[in-house]
């Protein structure tokens, strides 16, 4: 589609890029402090990193049933817009 002047718009596929790595980053940071101060210590953040990981990978999920679903690409030329 480049060939025939189209630009390819990326906002779908970053918007799955930034659900995926916030959830695996806020996972990740916990899993950190835990290392460093000990389960005990570090329990409820735990509690919520896991929250939050289930959350954002179920808005992932619905993110690529619903709004994503079979979108293969998606681009414009000028004023006109085109959704594969």
């Known amino acids: 589609m480049k ?3 189209f630009v390819q718009s990326h ?8 659900l995926g790595y916030t959830a ?3 996972v990740a940071i916990v899993a950190y402090y835990e290392y460093r101060v000990g389960f005990q210590a570090a329990k409820g953040w735990s509690t ?3 929250g939050t990981y289930f959350l954002l990978n179920a808005a992932l999920y619905c993110w690529t ?3 994503e679903r ?3 690409y ?6 006109f817009k085109v959704l594969l």
């Open 11 to 18: 906002t779908l596929s970053d918007i799955r890029l930034a």
């Open 24 to 26: 695996v980053l806020a």
């Open 48 to 50: 919520l990193s896991v």
């Open 3 to 5: 060939s025939l002047g």
């Open 65 to 67: 049933t619903y709004i």
């Open 74 to 79: 998606v681009g414009s030329k000028g004023d």
């Open 70 to 72: 079979d979108v293969i």
